[in-house]
T-cell receptor, first 112, second 112 residues
């Protein structure tokens, strides 16, 4: 069965710092990859997704993620975080005709 | 277009009781997935329904069950509640199981 690992449980950054959140998955076939974000008190919402094509995908609010097939990774990045980026971030993987598997989440705290 | 709605938003039950949660997907979405979210565990996949058929099931005991109606609305039932069932139960809908999922606000279940 596929699994998703997010290595950072809690990340604390100051505003303007760069962000990289790791995500690795275990599945050898074709996958769809997602990053979801949950702001305090809000629903989970899609940040960005990768289905095929350019492995560097851009999402909302200046976030981007790079799919590296050889490393089974889909790391999330942002060059300069803001206080409003404080949230919990979830990586998710969906293999073809399979259920969606989420990582345990990474809580990001941005200090103003 | 209305988003995913879940009722009730909050529920308090005692051990041994049963509970039914409801989810109305976005109009036109035929896939509905359910997740259990707890601190530290992230989102645990419960099951996915498509056109009234359960297509995938996560690693939960048989006390957790669900169904989907012809209008794509879905219900989830938990029988013989245990303290460990206290969690936020999320419903997500999508065009298909491999596509972007849109999440509802969740039902916060507390078992006393």
């Amino acid at each position: 069965a596929q699994s998703v690992s997010q290595h950072n449980h809690h990340v604390i950054l100051s505003e303007a710092a760069s962000l990289e959140l790791g995500c690795n998955y275990s599945y050898g076939g074709t996958v769809n990859l997602f990053w979801y974000v949950q702001y305090p008190g809000q629903h989970l919402q899609l940040l960005l997704k990768y289905f095929s094509g350019d492995p560097l995908v851009k999402g909302i609010k200046g976030f981007e993620a790079e799919f590296i097939k050889s490393k089974f990774s889909f790391n999330l990045r942002k060059p300069s975080v803001q206080w409003s980026d404080t949230a919990e971030y979830f990586c998710a993987v969906n293999a073809q005709n399979n259920d969606m598997r989420f990582g345990a989440g990474t809580r990001l705290t941005v200090k103003p | 277009k209305a988003g995913v709605t879940q009722t009730p938003r909050y529920l308090i039950k005692t051990r041994g009781q049963q509970v039914t949660l409801s989810c109305s997907p976005i109009s036109g979405h035929r896939s509905v997935s359910w997740y259990q979210q707890t601190p530290g565990q992230g989102l645990q996949f419960l099951f996915e329904y498509f056109s009234e058929t359960q297509r995938n099931k996560g690693n939960f005991p048989g006390r957790f069950s669900g169904r989907q109606f012809s209008n794509s609305r879905s219900e989830m039932n938990v029988s013989t509640l245990e303290l460990g069932d206290s969690a936020l139960y999320l419903c997500a809908s999508s065009w298909s199981a491999t596509d972007t999922q849109y999440f509802g606000p969740g039902t916060r279940l507390t078992v006393l």
